[in-house]
């Protein structure tokens, strides 16, 4: 009897085909809504292994109910979705996607830095609603990218592409970091002076005790009034009633939130109503290149554990 392998969301077909030979594929049919809670916890009773999605809370009450379970791959680089001291108690390998997403979520990044600055979406539906009436000399502009202070929270992977590409348009870096680098391109500053000298203040840290509201009302505070916030890290770093805030009496000039607290953002959230904002459904890897390649990571990681192989890209 091959080993059981639960799929909480639908992926596609060839990105699977190759475990068949090795597990029993159980996939939830949806492309668009991940296996009701209801539906995981009865299918970990069983499984061995299971291949999951951001919006899956792997937490103690389902390893608890799996005896059987010995491998999580999770398809993301982030995994604040999962208990890691609860997998460790229950002997659960988790595994993620790191590095194949880097370059696709920097450009996502700068992508929103450019769209808020310049207005893009703003200046999108002007034209499409028929509002455009005339140039005008000081219609729809923007603050300038090229030539700024880029203030980077979180320097991992991304935050180093980023400032990469940052490099292009001829910014000045700073960043904020649990850990100093040695960077040649990107200088250290205190969270408060990062804060306050920035232009742009981009969030790509991961969501941990540490980081959670780690950007409230004081700290929005300290902000530019002609700065923008950017957030491509984890939803729970921001206080999102005191960005609305900030957002609403323009105490900072935009923001770029590619993350929310709760996903999908909903439509009645106070956010929704500015026009200082842009707001995109969680697509910082989202290209096709990329998706299939953070796949190939983790059917990489659920082969080598059926074939009792190293497991790579383990988080725990
Ligand atoms: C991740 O992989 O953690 C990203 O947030 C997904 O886009």
């Known amino acids: 009897m091959k080993p059981i392998l639960f799929i909480t969301q ?150 180093e592409a980023v400032c990469r590409r940052a490099q292009g348009f001829n910014m000045e870096v700073i960043y904020h970091n649990r850990t100093r680098k040695s960077l040649e391109d990107a200088d250290y500053a205190e969270l408060d002076d990062l804060l306050k000298h920035s232009d742009f203040v981009v969030i790509l840290a991961p969501l941990t005790e540490q ?24 939803g729970g770093i921001v206080d999102e009633q005191a960005l609305y805030e900030a957002l609403n009496s323009n105490a900072i000039w935009g923001a770029g939130l590619d993350v929310f607290e709760q996903e999908p953002l909903p439509l009645d959230h106070p956010l929704q109503t500015l026009s200082n904002l842009t707001v995109t459904p969680h697509i910082g890897s989202a290209t096709v290149q990329t998706r299939y390649a953070m796949m190939e990571l983790n059917k990489k990681a659920l082969l080598a554990c059926a074939n009792s192989k190293p497991i790579k890209n383990r988080v725990c």
Request: glycine content about 8%; some cysteine.
């Open 10 to 159: 639908k992926l596609p077909t060839e990105a699977v085909a190759e475990l068949h030979d090795v597990y029993e594929v159980r996939m939830w049919p949806e492309e668009e809504r991940n296996a009701p809670r209801e539906k995981l916890l009865e299918e970990v009773k069983e499984a061995q292994a299971l291949w999951t999605m951001l919006g899956d809370q792997i937490d103690r009450e389902l390893f608890e109910l799996a005896p059987h379970l010995k491998i999580v791959v999770n398809l993301a680089v982030g995994y604040n979705n999962v208990d890691l001291d609860a997998a460790r108690e229950h002997n659960v390998i988790v595994t993620n996607t790191p590095d194949v997403l880097t370059e696709t979520t920097a450009d996502l990044t700068f992508a929103l830095m450019l769209a808020t600055a310049r207005r893009l979406v703003e200046a999108e539906r002007t034209v499409r609603n028929g509002e455009w009436q005339a140039w005008t000399p000081m219609g729809m502009t923007g603050q300038n990218v090229h030539g700024s202070t880029v203030g980077i929270i979180g320097m991992g992977r991304i935050g």
């Open 211 to 234: 980081t959670k509201g780690m950007i409230g009302e004081r700290e929005l505070a300290l902000m530019k009034d002609t700065a923008i916030l950017i957030n491509c890290g984890r």
